[in-house]
């Protein structure tokens, strides 16, 4: 963000943002976890990328920031009640 600028920064990390949220089904479908994973890390996960997203668009980041740390720590709380 320093040399390319906020707005050119701000695309690529909502596209991150999307594409993991769009491939949280896959560990499901292939087997390697069960469907409460795929419960829990989509409560945790839908409204926080929502939110992220309407943050960094505010460049409101500070606040983004958080949410994407709260959303790391509930996929790892998921890890672990799934298995």
């Known amino acids: 963000p320093l040399i390319a600028g906020a707005p050119t920064a701000r695309r690529p990390a ?3 943002c999307l594409f ?3 491939i949280l089904p896959l560990p499901v479908a292939q087997g390697y976890y069960p469907m409460l994973f795929l419960i ?4 945790a996960f ?5 939110a992220i997203l309407v943050f960094a668009n505010k460049r409101n980041y ?3 920031q958080k949410l994407v740390k709260i959303a790391m720590f509930a ?5 672990v009640v799934s298995c």
């Open 75 to 79: 996929g790892l709380i998921a890890l």
């Open 20 to 22: 993991t949220w769009a």
């Open 46 to 50: 839908t409204p926080a990328v929502i």
């Open 40 to 43: 829990i890390t989509g409560i």
């Open 14 to 16: 909502g596209l991150i």
């Open 62 to 64: 500070r606040n983004a």
